[in-house]
């Protein structure tokens, strides 16, 4: 099973996490960024890393996350 995370923040944001998300290894994969919305793709079985990680995150980048919903097999 996996989880699209819904992230509201800004391009410029996005780049700077998406640099961060590097260094931990197949931990999600960023989809698409539109509307100043970020959805991202993760497993189940990382999904509380990833949102612990985002939350340990905040202090440093503007961001909101907006929910966190079961795929529903879209790419």
């Known amino acids: 099973m996996?989880?699209?995370?819904?992230?509201?923040?800004?391009s410029a944001d996005v780049h700077k996490l998406g640099y961060i998300?590097?260094?931990e290894d197949n931990l999600v994969n960023l989809?698409?960024?539109?509307?100043?919305?970020?959805?991202?793709?993760?497993?189940?079985?990382?999904?509380?890393?990833l949102l612990k990680l985002l939350d340990s995150l905040k202090e440093e980048l503007n961001f909101e996350v907006l929910s966190c919903e079961v795929n529903s097999g879209s790419a």
Request: without cysteine.
């Open 21 to 23: 998300l590097e260094v």
């Open 31 to 49: 989809r698409k960024h539109q509307d100043g919305v970020l959805r991202m793709l993760v497993t189940a079985d990382l999904k509380d890393e």
């Open 2 to 10: 996996e989880y699209d995370v819904y992230v509201k923040i800004s």
